[in-house]
């Protein structure tokens, strides 16, 4: 398998807004994360992924560009960006932005001009349709609730939004618009960026005639992803953009893709084919989730998570390359997912992260992770910000007629909020982010989550994922060794092994609150030979020993041969 360092590398998500405010009007800030970089050096993280800094009026949080070549103003400007990129370099970092090109921001020039006549230049650098039938072009629903489609008066039509009315979708299918935004792409790269996570970037090819789709229950509108994930055009698309960009460059992609699965993830992903080098996939991410969507709750099953992961480490297996997430700011924190956030929030946060980075692929950290951040239930609606939730909550309680408290339970356990709160940095005011009013409140463990004293504590999460990423630097097994699922029907423990050359590694993880005991399958032969780390204190003796009982969400990591 080829090496690479983007490989060996451990990723670390900045979501700017909620990171570190670094002038008092309560909104994180380029010069906050400056201030925090001597922090990420120290945790040991190779690439720090920002979410976007791009001008942006916000409706969504950033992911609704105006400029793609500026700064927004909460956040600084573009010397500031400057001094960020250098003072990372300095560190011998790197920085990875984020694309976002299915869409624009309403307020972005190309849209102000495509608005404006049928017969306007940029007019075709977005998706506009004439109504069907007096109603939306058909009957697609947005991610952030209601239709996909926005009527426009002036020219008596609608367009296309995947997400927020102001987040009109870009027109992939017109090559002007393509050249544009490889020009814009090679501007940042030209600045010395080492690569790109490309927002819902399998989104970008529709399916011609854009169909309506199947609609069996008769809802005002349904989920057309059928029609634009993965869509006819997609990979011509990537291919091209990588032969005129990416390819000049030594760097690295993820695509952000919904509704991939692991056979799509090959093409996305195989080096020969010149398209990307990881995707995030959300499948995952969709187990605890209902026929009707994220909303609608459904208990975690460790034996769906060991089936859906395996798929995907034996899939992608020397042909492409997985990306490892847990969490991200859209989604719950992890700690409060799939541990416990209350008794056993250090084991089980110790426990999730071994788990993840001993698996074969890049691992990501998202913002607090690294602390045990945890979700947040605040009592009010008032209190939230994020669009998805308002949105959903307007739709259902305020226009439906839902029970409120069902749905804020729902907000509760899935909510992206959960991951916007701000950092905790220290136990003063609003966890020490900020010395003004946070734009949003911060979750009130701040007194006993913060980084302060996990800096203090030695067996703290925080040293726990140092010493990850450290295991990672001095065992190329932890990078390159192929994946084997064990025990794999057991409920409680997720065990596997890693090979490479003519080491092991035995990765054991208690997934569950009860003691259980771990017995090593008869046919599989492995001799320990070190205990690489485990999330409890074990007697010398222990180190040895390939049966033995797991204590609450223990994990241990053994190798030998
Ligand atoms: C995915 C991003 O991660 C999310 O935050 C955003 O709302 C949508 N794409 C739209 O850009």
């Known amino acids: 398998m080829e090496k690479s360092w983007w490989k060996e ?16 009007d309560g909104i994180g800030d380029i010069k906050g994360i400056i201030e925090k970089l001597d922090y990420l050096k120290k945790l040991g993280v190779d690439v720090i992924w920002l ?6 009026p916000n409706d969504d949080n950033g992911y609704d560009i105006s400029n793609y070549q500026d700064v927004m103003d909460e956040f600084g400007n573009l010397e500031d960006w400057d001094q960020l990129l250098h003072e990372i370099h300095s560190r011998s970092m790197k920085l990875i932005m984020d694309l ?32 069907k039938d007096g109603k939306e072009p058909n009957n697609w629903e947005s991610a952030f609730s209601g239709s996909a489609w926005q009527y426009d008066e002036n020219t008596d039509e609608y367009y296309l939004h995947l997400f927020s009315k102001k987040q009109p979708d870009l027109n992939w299918e017109n090559p002007t618009l393509r050249n544009e935004v490889y020009k814009m792409m090679a501007w940042w790269l030209d600045k010395g960026i080492d690569g790109f996570r490309m927002d819902v970037i399998n989104f970008i090819s529709k399916v011609p005639g854009l169909p309506d789709a199947a609609n069996p229950e008769e809802k005002a509108y349904v989920g057309g992803g059928q029609y634009y994930m993965n869509g006819p055009r997609i990979h011509e698309f990537l291919q091209e953009m990588n032969k005129e960009v990416l390819s000049k460059y030594d760097i690295m992609t993820v695509g952000e893709m919904p509704g991939v699965d692991a056979e799509e993830a090959k093409l996305y992903t195989e080096q020969n084919r010149g398209e990307l080098n990881m995707v995030f996939t959300f499948e995952h991410m969709d187990l605890d989730s209902g026929p009707n969507g994220k909303w609608d709750l459904k208990p975690f099953n460790l034996l769906d998570l060991k089936e859906n992961i395996t798929k995907w480490q034996t899939g992608l297996q020397g042909v492409g390359w997985n990306s490892l997430y847990l969490n991200n700011h859209d989604q719950p924190r992890m700690v409060s997912r799939f541990g416990n956030d209350q008794e056993y929030r250090i084991e089980s946060a110790k426990m999730l992260a071994t788990f993840l980075h001993m698996l074969q692929g890049t691992p990501y950290i998202y913002q607090g992770e690294e602390i045990g951040m945890t979700n947040v239930c605040f009592d009010t609606i008032d209190e939230y910000r994020d669009i998805e939730i308002l949105n959903m ?43 003004g009013q946070p734009w949003i409140k911060a979750n009130p463990n701040y007194k006993q989550i913060n980084a302060k004293q996990a800096i203090q504590d030695p ?14 630097k ?30 092991k590694l035995l990765i054991v993880t208690n997934f569950s609150e009860e003691q259980v005991e771990f017995v090593m399958p008869k046919d599989y032969t492995f001799t320990p030979n070190e205990l690489l780390i485990s999330n409890y204190v074990l007697e010398e003796t222990e180190a040895k020993r390939t049966s033995f009982t797991l204590r609450p969400y223990e994990t241990r990591v053994y190798k030998g041969y």
């Open 51 to 56: 979410s976007p800094v791009y001008k942006s």
């Open 9 to 24: 590398s451990v990723i670390y998500q900045i979501y700017p807004r909620s990171f570190k405010d670094s002038n008092g």
């Open 100 to 131: 976002v090109v299915n869409h624009s921001s309403d307020e972005h020039a190309w849209f102000e001009e495509s608005r404006k006549s049928k017969d306007n230049p940029y007019r075709d650098y977005y998706i506009w349709r004439p109504g």
């Open 393 to 435: 909550y307007k739709e259902k309680v305020i226009d439906g007629n839902m029970d409120q408290n069902k749905v804020l339970e729902s907000i509760y356990v899935k909510g992206r909020d959960n991951a916007r709160t701000p950092i905790q940095w220290d136990d003063t005011d609003h966890g020490g982010f900020t010395s």
């Open 459 to 472: 067996n703290s999460i925080y040293h726990y994922y140092r010493k990850l990423i450290r295991l990672r």
């Open 474 to 503: 001095e065992n190329e097994i932890i990078v390159y060794g192929e994946y084997e699922l064990i025990l794999a029907e057991h409920e409680q423990i997720f065990a596997y092994t890693r090979s490479y050359h003519d080491e």
